[in-house]
């Protein structure tokens, strides 16, 4: 769970203007964004360099989420939450809430981080790097870099956190489109053991 609350908050660097340039940016994200009923997307986390999470996520507004794992499924259709653990067949059932730190809630990403982080725009090899810096101190990273492509996908993040330790994250494959929702719902199949939490 760790590695996926590491997860929910990759895409923070969707956040932050506070100046010309880079404000143009995040408010095209932001009307990007709007104009989005959801999307797919491949993900691969690094810490110091080495590989350590690989996965795809789709997401559906306005809150329903689902995370594929090499060993877990987190699903989330805005009314409850299914944890699935592949290896031990067994999934876990709670009660979706907004402010869950394991699940993303991309409204308030794009939406209400910017008033808490100052903004730098810079290119790298012609792709925008929008540099963040927490206002706020009780925001869980203090830094974060986003790598922004011309269509206005991000293809890398880099979070650093109030101990200095950074992690990244590289994207590929955007596909700008609403998954199904067949997507954000979970069936325990037989011999699966379901705790129900809610």
């Known amino acids: 769970m760790k590695k996926i609350s590491g997860l929910i908050c ?12 880079s404000a143009q940016t995040v408010k095209k994200m932001q009307d990007k964004y709007n104009s989005l009923p959801g999307f797919e997307v491949q993900f691969e986390q690094a810490n110091a360099g080495i590989s350590t999470l690989k996965g795809k996520l789709f997401y559906k507004k306005p809150n329903k989420m689902r995370a594929e794992l090499k060993n877990l499924i987190m699903i989330t259709d805005g009314k ?5 653990q592949k290896s031990s067949k067994k ?7 907004e402010n869950d730190a394991s699940l993303l809630n991309f409204s ?9 982080c100052a903004v730098k725009e810079s290119l790298d090899n012609g792709v925008t790097v929008l540099d963040f810096t927490a206002n706020d101190k009780k925001m869980q990273y203090a830094h974060i ?9 991000i293809s890398k993040i880099e979070l650093t956190d109030r101990a200095n330790h950074t992690s990244s994250f590289v994207f590929s494959g ?14 325990p199949g037989k011999g699966v053991q379901v705790i129900d939490l809610r």
Request: proline share 5%; aromatic share 24%; hydrophobic share 45%.
């Open 10 to 21: 990759i895409l923070m660097a969707f956040a932050a203007f506070f100046g010309s340039t």
């Open 145 to 153: 870099k986003c790598w922004v492509k011309p269509d206005l996908s």
């Open 91 to 97: 999934v876990i059932i709670s009660t979706y809430e």
């Open 174 to 187: 955007w596909n700008f489109s609403a998954p199904s929702d067949s997507q954000f719902t979970f069936e």
């Open 80 to 84: 409850s939450t299914w944890n699935y």
């Open 108 to 116: 308030k990403i794009v939406f209400e981080y910017p008033k808490k």
